[in-house]
């Protein structure tokens, strides 16, 4: 029985106690749990990086993906609204860049209200570069 179960409570433990710090443990274990599940998600890499379109304005956009994806060195801030694909974006930015791409996918969420205003008036730049 105690190689099945996650814990075990000893006859003679059964007082308030034990059973506290037992399930005190076992929450903590699930959060930790949940969060290298979480974890492991945002690290996945993801099932395409192929941006799909035709028109002139993805194109644009590809070429601004590929231009900060040859300057592997330069730190790249990508905007946009909520589902705009920002995320595709920067996977895309990571698989084509050598320097990159060898290294873990690192997704920082921030809002736009965070920085100084200057970088928050170009809220529909596509991509930027940060010097």
Same mark, same amino acid.
């Given at each position: 029985?105690?190689?099945?179960?996650?814990?075990y409570?000893?006859?003679?433990?059964?007082?308030?106690? =034990?059973?506290?710090?037992?399930?005190?443990a076992?929450?903590?274990q699930? #959060? &930790? %749990?949940?969060?290298v599940a979480?974890l492991? %998600?945002q690290?996945?890499?993801?099932?395409?990086?192929?941006?799909?379109?035709?028109?002139d304005?993805i194109?644009?956009?590809?070429?601004? &993906?590929?231009r900060?994806?040859?300057?592997?060195?330069?730190?790249v801030?990508?905007?946009?609204?909520?589902?705009?694909?920002? #995320?595709?974006?920067?996977h895309y930015?990571?698989?084509?860049?050598?320097?990159?791409?060898?290294g =873990?996918f690192?997704?920082?969420? +921030? #809002?736009?209200? %965070? +920085? =100084?205003?200057?970088?928050s008036?170009?809220?529909?730049?596509?991509?930027r570069?940060?010097?």
């Amino acid at each position: 029985m105690e190689s099945e179960a996650l814990n075990y409570l000893d006859k003679r433990e059964f007082s308030p106690g =034990p059973i506290a710090k037992t399930v005190e443990a076992l929450a903590h274990q699930g #959060t &930790l %749990q949940r969060r290298v599940a979480e974890l492991e %998600q945002q690290l996945a890499p993801p099932e395409s990086t192929e941006i799909i379109g035709a028109s002139d304005a993805i194109r644009e956009v590809r070429s601004h &993906l590929h231009r900060a994806a040859g300057d592997g060195r330069a730190p790249v801030l990508i905007t946009g609204e909520p589902g705009s694909g920002r #995320t595709l974006a920067a996977h895309y930015i990571h698989h084509l860049s050598h320097t990159r791409s060898g290294g =873990p996918f690192v997704s920082a969420p +921030f #809002t736009v209200s %965070q +920085f =100084p205003s200057p970088i928050s008036r170009g809220r529909n730049t596509v991509v930027r570069w940060v010097s």
